[in-house]
Structures are given as C-alpha cells and as structure tokens.
DNA sequence: CTGAAAGCGCTAACAC
DNA sequence: GTGTTAGCGCTTTCAG
C-alpha cells in the first residue's frame, strides 16, 4: 500500500486560486500571458501551500532536465574540486542543479562521451574539465540536445575557459632563467595519458619555447614525467636528483606536483629556493603554506564562468560561443632564488 | 517545430524482441517473474538498440529518483571534497547520480532542512557532511520520502559516520603530554557557528580531559578559535603566540588550521617541532609534505560509508541504523618534539 | 510468465 | 488572458 497522498499539487493549487492548471504553470514560470494580478495570486498560493513543481514530471513534460553534470578525472584534487565549487555556486544561483561526475580514466571517460545515450536525458549540460571531447562528440551530443562546455581543453563549438598553458610555461621558465638558472627541469604531467594530453603539452612548448629563446638548449633528460599528483613531483624529483649533473631549478606543472618536489628536496637536505629552485602552477590553497613561487589561476573562476557559458548556451541555443582566457600571473615566494654564480 | 524523434523508447525494444513494454521494463530491471531466455534476448536487444529509460519518465511513474545529493557547507574544501569522491564512487558504482550541494552558511541550511519540499521528489537521500540535522527534521524528510545519512554529526534514526572526536582530541593532547609539554593550546574551530558545533565542542572536551588527566589545568587562554581554514589557524596562531607566556605545542582541530599555524611560526622565524609542537587533525595530502603531526582520519571512507549505509536505507527502509565509529590513529611526524626542560 | 491499460504530475498546443 | 486536453516515457496493478 503506497503512502497516502499528500503532496500538493499544480491541480491543487489551481482549484484553491480559481484557475487553470495551465495559467499556474505558466504564472509560476513566469511566462508571458498571465494577467500581473492573476500571477501574483497565484504564487501567492503557491507559497501558501509550499508548492512547487515535481521536477520528474516537469523534466518528462518539457524535455529539460535544469540539471548540469560536472565530469573530472577525480573529485578530490585541490584542481577539480575548486571548479565545481565555482560551477556549482552558479548552478543553484540559476536553479540549476549540479551533478558531479568521476571518471578515473580515459577510456571510462571516453566510453561515456561516445556512448552519448548515457547523458541524453540526463542532464542538458556536461562541463568537462581537462576531458578532451572531440568535436563529434559534441556535435553528437548536441544532437541529443546535450550541449557542452569546457575548462582546461577546448572543442570547436564549445565555450571554453582556459589559461594560455603556452604562455604559462613561458612565464614559470622564464622567471627561472631571470634568476640565473640554466640548468631548468621540467616535472610534466604524463603526456601518455591521453586525459591530459594538451595541457602538460602547451607548458612543455612554453618551456622549451623560453628556454630556446635564452639561448638554452632544451634537454631530454631534464624532462621527467609523474602523475600530476604529491606522488609523481616527488618521483621525478628524486630521479632528478639522481642525474649526474642535476638541474638547479625545476619547473613542476602544478603545485601538487611542486609540493612532492619539495618534499623530496628536504628529504636529501637540500633547501629549495637556496640549492634548487622549485615553480608550480596554480597557486593551491597551501602553496602560500609553503612558500612556493608560482603561476596563479584563478581556478573557481573557471568554474563559474564555464558554468555561466553553458547556461548561456541553454537560454540560447545559437549564442554566440567563446572561449574564455583566463588570466594567470606569476607570484613569487621562497621556492625560487638566484642561480648559481657564473664562473668563467 | 520539436527536433525528429529519434530517442529509442521501451516501446522500440519491446516490438524488437516481440515481447509487451511490461515485460521489457521488468527485464531490464531484473524483476522476477521473467523467463531468463526472454530476460536475456530482451537485454540484448536493449543493448544493441543503446537503449536505456529516461530517467525522468521513470522517476515520475515509479516515484523514485535515484538520485542522492551530498551537502557541505563548502565544496572546495580538502575534507569535504574526499568526502565526496568517496560518496560518488558508491554512488555510481550503484547506479546512482550524485547531486551536490554546498551551503555556505548555517541558516541557508537550515532553511533547506525546514522547507523540506526543497527536496522532496528531487532526491532519494541526503548526506550531510558536518550539518546538524534534527531528528524532526530527519522524520519529516523521511515521511517525504527523503531518507538521511550523516557524516561528522549524528541524528537520532539515521545512519552515520564520524570518529569519536573526543577521542581524537584526547590521543593529539596526550602525545603533546607524552613528550613533557605542559603549556599546550588549542586551536579550534569556531564553537559558535552552528554549522559545525558538536565536533569542535567534543575534541575541546578531549583536550581537557587528556590535560587534566595529567595533571595540567587547562586554561583559557590558551584556547582560541577560528574558522577551519588555514587563515583561521594563522590568526589563532599569532595570537597565541602575542601572549605574555605561549604555549610550546599546539593542537588544532584540523590539518589546515594547522598549516595555518605552521606558516605563522615560520614568519615569526620559529621552528615546528622544536620551538613549538603543532599537531593537526585530518592527515590532509600535504601533511606529509609540510611533515604535519596529525591524527589520521579515513575521510574518503567517510564518504563511501555514509554512501552505503544510506543506499542501504533506499533498498530496505526497515535495515537497522548503524552509527558507524570510524577509526583514527596517531601519525607522527616532525612538527612535534620534546617539551621544554625541567628546571627543578 | 506475460500483456493491457491506467496513471505518475506536469507542459504545451490549441481553442476560446 | 485563460482553459482543455493530449501527451512526455515509463512503472505497475490487474487479468490472464
């Protein structure tokens, strides 16, 4: 035997204002051709009888979901916890509500953007942050009236927010070689994996980019690779390290990766900013904690303006579609300090 | 003009495999009473379609939504973020969307827990993290068919996750003791925001009774509060430290208060460990990088119980409620060391 | 074990 | 400016 009713209704409220169901749905979604006064009853009421629209019902009937789904990689990093944060802030502003969505690896994840059926009518909106869709996929998606947004990576037809990650290595690498340093390693989010493909791929050009332009020959096996966690900075620093002649400065491209790096540096005794230099990107809550020198985002910034975006692109179907540059800025800590004397 | 119908419905499946639309949805769903030869030929056939029900339509008939929704006062935060991923792991893994929520201020929330048609045929349960929720409260959600599962906190009748706070502020305070200080702090979070009010209140009550325990009469003075972030425990710190006689060690309710007081101690050119001990609460990713003394606690676990005991709840309203202990232990690290001398 | 049919509560034509 | 009504796509009695 099923709970006794009770849940007030549209029909409910249309019987207590004198109304048609019709004139309550449309009063209350403040759509036009309602009489001022009319509509006001009628919320009026609405409040009285503390209704509100039964949103399976509302989404079957209208064929919109006024939901948005975040998908990241992980939930828990400093990086994608932050967007959401930003994302869902302007969700709920907007009445929107805020699906997350983890999606460990790659193939998961691409699994899921092809197999478009699993979003289609699930969500209006997906922000994918540092996912790379292809422009099918999205196109596709579209098609099922799923439209999308990024951060971190863009598709063509998609709004995006993003920082110029080549200017971001430029900026990190630059800054080293300001100090004096020639010897720059580079600590590089695995490029092998395809979740994360262009990003450590820009600030690696970045990187070379600032050191050829100083007259610095890029090396190999300065370049080291790790998970863009605490772990993968110190596994590469510790292989750094362990290099016949090692780097006297390192740019990590995040601040997790720069906190393992600093990690190993204390664990062999050597002070960071004094015997090597150590730069990250972000600025992560705790970088200030450590006094790490590195290239600012402003990371719940990209989450609310992609949640924006996409909302924008819900409202009107045919707005027009930007990518956002978000700015990034270089702030200098302890972590960074001269580089080793000239002795010629 | 509405775009072409394309999406396959039950209808689509149940002509394919010759069957009723019954029969299909009953299939589909692993209902009893369903040959297995027609079970299978009708999930496969499902599959080969790429069909799956909308989950809108079948919210509305079956007046379920499948759907859990976490609520945190903020998401971005370490502890509450890996509260989430570990929730939303269960939660898809069973099938299950994840909806979040993030009040930032008590009363915001607490307007959300009275005005329960808030989420009422929105979602199929709630797991709030550190929000006090009052068996009322719990009872009238439940009776709106929003069941409840808490972490942090407790509410009579609903399951929960939380250590035994108490416990944790007596096993920090204790290791302080253990190494001969006697002048020991506390660092806590802010007791009269209602957000977060039993946690700080037993691990104070911890404290005190690990210092009188000892022998060591607790002092007010040495108690300062502030919010959970690092910035709280910076300004905690500093005032801490403008006092005619500062404490030698230091505990604070949380890792990031803690790295709050870390920082303020190195500005003040003193040494972690040898100056003052500092020991936090959490055992956050970079603790081990700033090499935070800390009780450990399995905040993910948190998550993906809270997650289960709640979906528990959903399959069988009648399954007992377990108040979940979740344990902690001492992780010790370098920023505690050996009290001051005797000078008798 | 299977099918027919009655809703679930709302929105959106369309008529007035 | 307002009402009538036909669905939205599924689940679930109830017969068989």
Redesign the interface.
Same mark, same amino acid.
């Given at each position: 035997m099923?709970?006794p009713r009770q849940?007030t209704r549209i029909e409910d409220v249309a019987a207590a204002a004198g109304v048609s169901v019709a004139t309550v749905s449309r009063a209350l979604r403040n759509l036009p051709n309602v009489a001022e006064t009319t509509r006001h009853r009628v919320i009026e009421i609405a409040a009285e009888l503390?209704? @509100?629209a039964?949103?399976?019902?509302a989404?079957?009937a209208a064929g919109t979901?006024r939901t948005i789904t975040v998908v990241v990689p992980?939930?828990?990093s400093?990086y994608?916890?932050?967007v959401?944060?930003g994302a869902?802030?302007v969700c709920?502003e907007a009445g929107y509500?805020?699906?997350?969505? &983890?999606v460990g690896t790659f193939e998961k994840c691409n699994q899921l953007l092809e197999?478009q059926?699993?979003f289609? @009518? @699930?969500t209006d909106g997906l922000i994918l942050v540092n996912i790379p869709a292809t422009a099918e996929q999205a196109e596709s998606l579209r098609?099922?009236?799923v439209r999308l947004a990024t951060v971190g990576t863009r598709t063509p037809g998609c709004p995006s927010v993003s920082i110029d990650d080549m200017n971001t290595g430029c900026l990190a690498t630059t800054h080293l070689l300001e100090l004096g340093h020639r010897r720059i390693a580079l600590i590089s989010g695995q490029s092998d994996d395809p979740m994360n493909f262009d990003v450590p791929k820009q600030r690696r050009a970045g990187y070379v980019a600032a050191l050829t332009e100083a007259g610095v020959e890029p090396e190999v096996s300065l370049m080291v690779s790790g998970n863009f &966690?605490?772990d993968g900075g110190q596994e590469a620093m510790a292989a750094l390290m362990a290099l016949d002649d090692p780097p006297t400065a390192v740019f990590a491209m995040s601040d997790?990766m720069a906190? &393992?790096a600093?990690?190993e540096l204390?664990e062999r005794n050597l002070r960071a900013g004094a015997d090597v230099s150590v730069i990250g990107v972000d600025d992560h809550?705790?970088s200030?904690?450590?006094?790490l020198t590195t290239v600012r985002q402003h990371v719940?910034d990209h989450g609310s303006s992609a949640a924006r975006a996409l909302l924008g692109q819900l409202q009107d179907p045919d707005a027009p579609v930007t990518d956002l540059d978000s700015p990034v800025e270089l702030v200098i800590r302890s972590t960074t300090g001269p580089g080793p004397h000239e002795m010629n």
């Amino acid at each position: 035997m099923p709970p006794p009713r009770q849940r007030t209704r549209i029909e409910d409220v249309a019987a207590a204002a004198g109304v048609s169901v019709a004139t309550v749905s449309r009063a209350l979604r403040n759509l036009p051709n309602v009489a001022e006064t009319t509509r006001h009853r009628v919320i009026e009421i609405a409040a009285e009888l503390n209704y @509100r629209a039964d949103p399976a019902a509302a989404r079957l009937a209208a064929g919109t979901t006024r939901t948005i789904t975040v998908v990241v990689p992980h939930l828990s990093s400093w990086y994608f916890s932050t967007v959401i944060a930003g994302a869902e802030a302007v969700c709920s502003e907007a009445g929107y509500e805020c699906l997350v969505l &983890g999606v460990g690896t790659f193939e998961k994840c691409n699994q899921l953007l092809e197999e478009q059926s699993h979003f289609e @009518r @699930r969500t209006d909106g997906l922000i994918l942050v540092n996912i790379p869709a292809t422009a099918e996929q999205a196109e596709s998606l579209r098609a099922r009236r799923v439209r999308l947004a990024t951060v971190g990576t863009r598709t063509p037809g998609c709004p995006s927010v993003s920082i110029d990650d080549m200017n971001t290595g430029c900026l990190a690498t630059t800054h080293l070689l300001e100090l004096g340093h020639r010897r720059i390693a580079l600590i590089s989010g695995q490029s092998d994996d395809p979740m994360n493909f262009d990003v450590p791929k820009q600030r690696r050009a970045g990187y070379v980019a600032a050191l050829t332009e100083a007259g610095v020959e890029p090396e190999v096996s300065l370049m080291v690779s790790g998970n863009f &966690g605490i772990d993968g900075g110190q596994e590469a620093m510790a292989a750094l390290m362990a290099l016949d002649d090692p780097p006297t400065a390192v740019f990590a491209m995040s601040d997790e990766m720069a906190f &393992g790096a600093l990690l190993e540096l204390s664990e062999r005794n050597l002070r960071a900013g004094a015997d090597v230099s150590v730069i990250g990107v972000d600025d992560h809550d705790v970088s200030r904690v450590l006094r790490l020198t590195t290239v600012r985002q402003h990371v719940a910034d990209h989450g609310s303006s992609a949640a924006r975006a996409l909302l924008g692109q819900l409202q009107d179907p045919d707005a027009p579609v930007t990518d956002l540059d978000s700015p990034v800025e270089l702030v200098i800590r302890s972590t960074t300090g001269p580089g080793p004397h000239e002795m010629n």
